[in-house]
């Protein structure tokens, strides 16, 4: 899931320069976060006496978040983007922005030049594609909102086995971009050159589709996959009895939810959740915290205490300012002492609300489609061993055409990694293992 772990989150910053010339215009650099790199560009403008500006970040579906405030002299630059509660410092050095933002109380360095950073993705497809590609929308009328996507169909032959692709979790376009990644469209490609017709489409407020992603959680992402899934069927290129969905990471929950209702001819989940989202989010921040070098002593009781506080915020029957006093109660003398503005801020979403409310167990008694469940032993973000053992709930309700596999090597994203840090998926130009991609089509075209 590209939202890492509670309170390790995607910082942005933005800057400015020292001299009215110098500073309007492109400007590019790659933020350091620790647990991943950022693509940061940013485009400045000036009216008059005042700068405006804004950012976007190539790696996360390139959305546009306005500068709020710049302040400068000829010394220091100071500049802050309000919804991301940060802070940013720069200086002029030898036609380069030197400066760090500081946000929650730590600090990270980036450095800004008139150079974009560019990356090699050579899965990325190119053309001619060897199919038939169509814009198109559909409606989940129950939400009242109109999504927008791409439908991919093989050149030859009628009423194909298709598939709808749903996203992991964060405001996700129809090719699921991530650090220079753009991993459902190269899916499609493939598959769609297999012979299997893919749909894939950007979620709500996001891209060209209606709505507001903000106010969402799993019911409503499954909602809008159904409406896809029902719209799909009604194209004469498919054969309705052949529609399946394919879920990565949080998109992995939604298919195992409508699956259970009956709905998908069958589910490809790709680091889909099979453990309990509680238990997802602490083995991940427990493992993330390893690999950076923190040792028991922070980690037991930052997990011990976001335990308690998920008690809190899902049997929460007050208001916020007394939440926030209980959670200042739970985390102080922590590693989140003086953090629980923020924490109540993020736990308290609809989407990450429902994550902690998931538990796939409920749903695997229920589900008679086929299964087939994948996870790179390295992934960092959901745990192979417990994830994939919880998959196997499925067979104990007579349902035998579960296939589950585990990839040697493979990161989160199934990229080909060394150590599976979400810091390598902007770095490694393979956007997906070939071999997984022949498993899928392979496995679909058999159903």
């Known amino acids: ?75 220091e630059l100071v500049l802050e983007i309000a919804p991301l509660h940060f802070t940013y410092k720069a200086t002029w050095k030898e036609g380069v922005l030197d400066g760090s933002f500081s946000q929650m109380g730590q600090s990270f360095p980036l450095q800004l030049s008139r150079e974009e950073v560019q990356v090699k993705r050579p899965q990325e497809p190119k053309a001619p594609l060897l199919y038939k590609e169509e814009e198109v929308s559909f409606r989940n009328e129950k939400a009242g909102v109109t999504l927008a996507g791409t439908l991919t169909i093989p ?27 753009k991993p459902f469209w190269v899916i499609a490609d493939y598959l769609t050159r297999q012979g299997i017709l893919v749909f894939r489409y950007d979620e709500r407020g996001v891209g060209a589709s209606e709505g507001d992603y903000t106010s969402c959680g799993l019911t409503d992402f499954a909602a809008d996959a ?46 889909g959740p099979g453990v309990n989202g509680r238990e997802v989010l602490r083995s991940q921040r427990d493992m993330l915290f390893r690999v950076s070098g923190l040792t028991d002593d922070y980690i037991l009781p930052y997990n011990e205490a976001m ?29 989140l002492a003086g953090q629980e503005e923020e924490i109540i ?21 229920e589900i008679q489609c086929p299964v087939f469940a994948l996870n790179g032993d390295k992934d960092m973000q959901v745990i192979a061993q417990p994830n994939l053992k919880g998959f196997e709930q499925i067979t104990a309700n007579g349902n035998k055409a579960v296939t589950i596999k585990k990839y040697p090597g ?21 956007t997906i293992s070939p071999v997984v991609l022949e498993d899928m089509a392979k496995w679909i075209s058999e159903r």
Request: proline content about 4%; charged content about 20%.
């Open 155 to 181: 050149a030859k032959g009628e009423k194909f086995p298709a598939v709808v692709m749903v996203t992991g979790s964060g405001a996700q376009d129809r090719d699921e971009k991530i650090m220079g990644h």
């Open 1 to 75: 899931m590209k939202r890492i772990c509670i309170l390790i989150v995607c910082l942005f910053a933005a800057f400015t320069s020292l001299s009215a010339q110098e500073i309007t215009g492109k400007w590019y650099g790659v933020a350091d976060l620790g647990v991943m790199k950022l693509r940061i560009h940013f485009a400045l403008e000036k009216s008059g006496d005042t700068y405006s500006g804004t950012m976007t970040s190539p790696d996360q579906g390139n959305t546009v978040v306005p500068i709020t405030k710049v302040t400068w002299d000829t010394k």
């Open 226 to 271: 159904a409406a896809a899934m029902a719209w799909l069927k009604t194209r004469k290129e498919v054969d309705p009895q052949r529609v399946g969905i394919i879920g990565h990471s949080e998109g992995g929950a939604v298919a195992v939810l409508l699956a259970s209702q009956g709905i998908p001819s069958f589910v490809v989940s790709l680091a």
């Open 345 to 365: 801020r993020q736990m308290t979403t609809p989407a990450i609300l429902s994550l902690l409310q998931y538990d796939p167990a409920v749903f695997f008694k």
């Open 410 to 430: 493979l990161n989160h994203l199934f990229q080909t990694a060394i150590t599976g840090m979400p810091t390598e998926y902007g770095e490694i130009e393979e």
């Open 307 to 335: 335990k308690k506080v998920e008690d809190v915020v899902l049997g929460a029957a007050t208001d916020k300012e007394t939440l926030k006093e209980q959670v200042k109660v739970i985390v102080n003398g922590t590693p």
